[in-house]
């Protein structure tokens, strides 16, 4: 079932185009990797997802995304309940400085989530044992996030992210500042999410795209040059450039 | 006549540069490898002149004028003169050279002023020639001595090194030398003012201790209910308190809006035009407040029905209230902007509103710098004496009312200190008293504030 339909996006830094014409859909529970070289658009595309470009004053984006078949660029759009559709996880790991349970409690507080305290403190529990963190803080609860180490740090992350339970979450490289071992913890972690949400993961990582992903977008200088399920993409891709990428001739 | 030496001397300098490269030069053109840039054999020759000239002219400076004395009084030695009046003959001496002695003039003090011209000119013409002799000298040594090999680049740091200690350590023993002056003239007035009235006194009224006669003897007894800083302590906070009243909300919220809401080209224009705030002269808040604010304040509580006076505590702290806005607001806008815009990103991605944003994540990262905006901006406070002078009127009332004048510590160190000073007499020296209690509250305050704002900066640098 079809999740996300992004029709004729295009997305512009000023009068730069940064995307053209990128349409795209991406399958509800599965996990869909973005890649390509850098600079190539895939984390601005991602960050449409949200409209977290609406951030950036000079960034606009043109074309109809559409989640469970509504626009997310019509104006009508609340991008507050959006964002609480639709989580998110960085490049680095971006606790914020305060403690552990402030910090997955912190969506849950905005959009008014708990009626309670017992019902937060269930809310934080179900989010750092999904996020496969609660059995290395349960003691700590209380002190402050900034303090785990980085793979820690970003599963704390990840557990902000659903805690306010999110249809879909988008990963922006979410593991090239871990360790190896973080990073297995976190794709066991992406492979377990995928059950219950829709993820979208860019990546660097070839690797990490055929290890976690069942479907594939590749990006080349602001186009989707390909995209399709993850097998076809890697073992036998339509395009030469794909190919040259995958294979690892350029980029 | 020194200003020529000098010149010379500096002159020498350039040209022993120029001489110390030019060889460098010379040694790189026959093929072989130079351990240190060209430049760098020049800076070397430079200072084996700089260091003997400036310690002879320091040695002259300060042994000349002691060893000319000596010399001089020796025609009056065994005749049975006291100190004083030794002194007395030789500066009558010194005047006559100078062609300022107004008074009779005796044999015997012509023939001094004689002797001392000629010892003076003697003094001056052996400095040259030994000033120049060792530079020459030096330089000629060190000139000799410089070959391919010669370590010319570690001397050359090193006394760089050097001369920027000796520059921080001015301004470290200026601050030592303030402090200590303060104290010395604190203790002589605690020994008449017992310290606990001064503290604990709530009667603060200096123009008493100006009518006494100074050949009078002194009397602690008649100083009593004097000197009591309780009125002017409560008075500097009360107006400081008002001040921060002002410049907190008004200031913090600005920074807020320039950091977060503004956008790039407000900005551009909005930051510079704050901080003009800061470049204003206080003496000019101090007749906005006294010519403008107060009289304003006045017409308005009048027409009330309420009693203000023309200089009230609310007109003063008022005014320094919007000098202290840019400081605060300047300094948070700062903080707030380096509070990185990943945690801006996590919070608005998790569906955080701007203000939502700012309060729960943004603000609490940034607290610890705010606060340390917020006590810098106490201790300016504190310290402001134009506009208070101006404004808040020298009486020290010990007041809670902002709209009658009270007045502050700097305002009466102000009082105590305009017009003809008899050192050594308490009225003066509470002004010391007072100067050393301000200085350890803004210390104090300083010292916090820096603290404050360094465990913020351990957290994200």
Partial sequence: MIKIKAKDVDVFYGKKQALFNISLDIEENQVTALIGPSGCGKSTFLRCLNRMNDVIDICSVKGEILINDFNI??????????????????????????????????????????????????????????????????????????????????????????????????????????????????????????????????????????????????????????????????????????????????? | MNLILFTFIVLLGFTSYYFGRKKAYTIQSTKKRLTALPQFYGYYLAIWCAIPAFIIFSLWAIFEPTIVKLLVLSDYSNQGYLDDELNLIYEKTKALSRGQFTGEITPFIEASAEKYLSLRSIAQSSKVVIVLSAIIASVAYAYKRISSNSRTREPVEKFLKAVLFTASLAAILTTVGIVFSLIFQTIDFFKVIPLFDFVFGTHWYPAKAFVRDS??????????????????????????????????????????????????????????????????????????????????????????????????????????????????????????????????????????????TIKRVIFPAALPGIVGSILLGVSRAIGETMIVVMASGLAANLTLNPLESTSTITAQIVVILIGDQAFGDPKTQAAFALGMSLFLVTLCLNIVALRVVKKYREKYE
């Fill in chain 2, 215 to 356: 050949s009078e003897a002194l009397d602690p007894s008649m100083y009593s209910d004097t000197f009591g800083a309780v009125p002017i302590f409560a008075g500097t906070f009360f107006i400081a308190f008002i001040a921060m009243c002002v410049a907190i909300p008004i200031g913090l919220m600005s920074g807020i809006y320039l950091a977060e809401y503004a956008s790039y080209k407000v900005r551009q224009y909005a930051k510079p035009l704050i901080e003009i705030l800061a470049g204003i002269p206080t003496v000019v808040y101090g007749f906005f407040a006294a010519l403008t604010v107060g009289p304003f304040l006045k017409e308005l509580g009048t027409s009330m029905g309420l009693e203000v006076s023309a200089e009230s505590a609310l007109a003063a702290g008022g005014v320094m209230g919007i000098m202290i806005i840019p400081f605060i607001s300047s300094l948070s806008d700062d903080v707030i902007t380096s509070v990185p815009q990943s945690l801006r990103d996590g919070s608005y991605a998790m569906g955080a509103t701007k203000s939502e």
């Fill in chain 1, 73 to 251: 660029n019509d104006k009508s759009c609340d991008v507050v309940r959006l964002r609480e559709k639709i989580g998110m996880v960085f490049q680095k790991p971006n606790p914020f400085p305060k403690t552990l349970y402030e910090n997955v409690s912190y969506g849950p507080t905005i959009h008014g989530i708990a009626q309670s305290k017992q019902e937060m403190d269930e809310i934080v529990e179900t989010s750092l044992k999904k996020a496969a963190l609660w059995e290395e803080v349960k003691d700590r609860l209380h002190e402050p996030g900034t303090g785990l180490s980085g793979g820690q740090q970003q599963r704390l992350c990840i557990a902000r992210a659903i805690s306010v339970r999110p249809e879909v979450i988008l990963m922006d490289e979410p593991c090239s500042a871990l360790d190896p071992i973080a990073t297995a913890q976190i794709e066991e972690l992406i492979d377990e999410l995928k059950k219950e949400h829709t993820i979208i993961i860019v990546t660097h990582s070839m690797a990490q795209a055929a290890r976690v992903s069942q479907n594939t977008g590749f990006f080349h200088l602001g186009q989707l040059i390909e995209h399709g399920s993850t097998d076809k993409i890697f073992k036998n891709p339509d395009n030469k450039k794909t190919q040259d990428y995958i294979t690892g001739r350029f980029g």
